[in-house]
């Protein structure tokens, strides 16, 4: 059932909803005299509506200084200004000013901004801020100042608390962020290339980072000795030399690399490892593991590239299984 609306005044039926709950008639009626009483109504609000309270009429007027016009100081322009301004110039003439002389800007104090200042480390320009309020360092020699000793962080032992993380994280969401929209051309990144020499320069300062105690998913050491070393920096060099070798084409099918290529030991990584551990039996491979790695880097049967070739993984499993049949069979890989 639809609802009923009816006149406030006559009780009549109204087909349309309206806000002041009259008909049509009525509602004319009660325009009309609100329009009669702002013409003769001597009230504050209706004077105010009609202009009656302006300037010296307005019950606040106190000495004509907003009515007051005001002008810029130099003569070629004459523009209108706002009595808020400091300098007595409009905005273009207030910046040409500034540029002539810095102490003509109404928050001048002692030019401590305009004086340069060098990094007391590597003599690099930096700000006056960093110079008067900070440690007087640049960037990079800050960083290496508080990595030497952490005490140097002027937040050290200082945690922020949940209040002020969820300010700093709803500060930077949606459009609050910087890059919020910014995609593809508009990115201010987009076409640049990072120089081989930056790259190895942050490799070098993010290596060891991330790794044993200083993992987040560090479990006591868990990961064994065959898994540390194939996933080392060397290995991947002794891979990546085999692939350049043979062009990285597979020895068995001539199949050219499609992302489906692997190294085959010619003599089982398996067999290597074992005479490794014989070689240096005074070391567990559970408790002195960090010195056995250190001692394969040192160790050539694990990086000689003859041992390798570049191999499909349908031939290299093919390969595998031959090769371990043999040993099975009794025949000795040298």
Not at 28 to 55: D, L, Q
Not at 114 to 119: G, T
């Amino acid at each position: 059932m639809k609802k009923q609306y009816f006149c406030k005044i006559c009780n009549k039926e109204i087909t349309v909803y309206s806000k002041s709950g009259l008909c049509k008639s009525h509602s004319t009626t009660e325009s009309n005299k609100i329009k009669i009483h702002k013409k003769n109504c001597n009230c504050c609000p209706c004077k105010s509506k009609r202009g009656e309270t302006k300037g010296i009429n307005n019950p606040n007027y106190k000495n004509g200084k907003s009515l007051i016009k005001r002008y810029c100081k130099n003569k070629d322009c004459n523009k209108i200004i706002s009595r808020g301004s400091k300098s007595g110039y409009c905005k273009s003439c207030e910046a040409k000013e500034r540029l002539k002389d810095p102490k003509n800007h109404p928050n001048y104090k002692d030019g401590r901004s305009l004086e340069k200042y060098y990094c007391i480390d590597c003599n690099t320009e930096i700000n006056y801020q960093s110079a008067l309020y900070g440690k007087g360092r640049c960037k990079s020699c800050h960083l290496k100042y508080t990595q030497k000793a952490p005490e140097n962080n002027p937040f050290y032992g200082k945690i922020h608390s949940k209040e002020t993380k969820k300010k700093m994280s709803l500060s930077k969401i949606g459009k609050n962020n910087p890059m919020f929209g910014k995609y593809g051309k508009l990115n201010h990144n987009f076409g640049k290339q990072v120089s081989l020499e930056t790259r190895l320069h942050w490799s070098k300062i993010r290596k060891g980072q991330n790794c044993g105690n200083r993992n987040f998913n560090w479990k006591g050491g868990i990961t064994p000795l065959a898994k540390i070393i194939r996933d080392s920096d060397k290995y991947k060099i002794w891979v990546n030399q085999t692939f350049k070798r043979d062009n990285y084409t597979c020895q068995n099918c001539n199949k050219i690399s499609n992302g489906d290529i692997e190294v085959h030991h010619n003599k089982p990584f398996k067999l290597i490892f074992n005479e490794f551990l014989n070689t240096y039996s005074q070391f567990s491979p559970m408790e002195d593991k960090e010195t056995l790695v250190r001692l394969t880097e040192n160790y050539e049967p694990f990086w000689d590239i003859n041992n390798g070739i570049t191999l499909c993984k349908k031939c290299h499993s093919l390969e595998m299984s031959e090769t371990w049949r043999k040993i099975k069979n009794g025949y000795k890989i040298i």
